[in-house]
């Protein structure tokens, strides 16, 4: 299994080994950049930003670890998040 196929369904932000979707819970898909396939839990909203979008920290994006990838809610679907890019470590 590679390291896509291993994160597709996967929780964002949730341990490893019990990264699974939970019960109860409302989750958005990630679609696209380095967090493709992984779900983050909407059911609290995020934390947005100005523009609707969310920047979610990771290590694996384009600016390394510190670095964030941002995402926003589809217009027609918005349980669908779309990456808009990478941003770089805040400072």
Same mark, same amino acid.
Request: aromatic fraction near 12%; avoid cysteine.
């Given at each position: 299994m590679d390291e896509t196929e291993f994160?597709?369904?996967?929780?964002?932000g949730a341990d490893h080994e019990d990264a699974a979707p939970r019960p109860g819970r409302r989750?958005?898909?990630?679609?696209?950049g380095p967090l493709d396939g992984l779900l983050l839990d909407v059911t609290d909203g995020p934390e947005r930003q100005e523009? #609707? $979008?969310? *920047? !979610?920290?990771?290590e694996i994006g384009?600016?390394?670890? #510190? $670095?964030? *990838? !941002?995402?926003?809610?589809?217009?027609?679907?918005?349980?669908c998040?779309?990456?808009q890019g990478d941003l770089p470590p805040h400072r």
């Open positions: 994160m597709r369904g996967r929780v964002y989750y958005a898909e990630l679609v696209g523009d #609707g $979008g969310v *920047a !979610l920290p990771t384009r600016h390394g670890p #510190g $670095g964030r *990838a !941002l995402y926003a809610p589809r217009e027609a679907e918005p349980l998040f779309d990456w």
